[in-house]
């Protein structure tokens, strides 16, 4: 089983819908967790950091499961400009700051 | 957020030959930086990590005598791929994580990317 698994996808959807992806994380121990997304070809960029409590950020919201050890995003409203590859990762709180990725939810937005 | 470029973008070069790859963070001291290999529809695949002032830690199955990594400052770390073959040619990605005890430190800040073909 993989550390950090998520969604396999594709997600195609229509513009203005409301897409969820999922991640489930196998290590109890993790700390930290974010959400990236990588455009094709290019580097990844943070999208978000995930709070215990759960947070929004206009059109995105992350939330945090810890005892389903579970992370999810959600983005409302999708734009055509949203389609990309989703990263889910988890990192531990240590002084190592090794973060595990997941494989990626590919979400592509259509018109 | 914080800036993290990549050295150079793009390299073409002949199979034997060795290229040098170069991750600065520009705006903040990076005690941690690491090195991602990334092929075609593939996911990012973690190479090594470096701290500063010490020995890379490879993961398993990355020969540490064919990628050397070198840490020597909080602001540069740098990837030579030695005798490159053509399998070598992928995605090489760095990130940087900064000092600091809150846990921001944490988050991972990447370089654009240089992708190595070797012919």
Known sequence: RKEVEQDPGPFNVP???????????????????????????????????????GNEDGRFTAQLNRASQ?????????????SA???CVVAPNTNAGKSTFGDGTTLTVKP | GAVVSQH????????????????????????TMFWYRQFPKQSLMLM?????????????????????????????????????????SSFYICSASGTGRDRWSYEQYFGPGTRLTVT
């Open chain 2, 48 to 88: 090594a990590t470096s701290n500063e002032g010490s020995k890379a830690t490879y993961e398993q199955g990355v020969e540490k005598d064919k990628f050397l990594i070198n840490h020597a400052s909080l602001t540069l770390s740098t990837l030579t791929v030695t005798s490159a073959h053509p399998e070598d």
């Open chain 1, 70 to 82: 579970y992370i999810s995003l959600l983005i409302r409203d999708s734009k055509l400009s949203d």
């Open chain 1, 15 to 53: 513009e203005g819908a409301t897409v969820a992806f999922n991640c489930t994380y196998s290590n109890s121990a993790s700390q930290s967790f974010f959400w990236y997304r990588q455009d094709c070809r290019k580097e990844p960029k943070l999208l978000m950091s995930v709070y215990s409590s």
């Open chain 2, 8 to 31: 150079p973008s793009r390299v073409i070069c002949k199979s034997g030959t060795s290229v040098k790859i170069e991750c600065r963070s520009l705006d903040f001291q990076a005690t």
């Open chain 1, 85 to 87: 590859t989703y990263l």
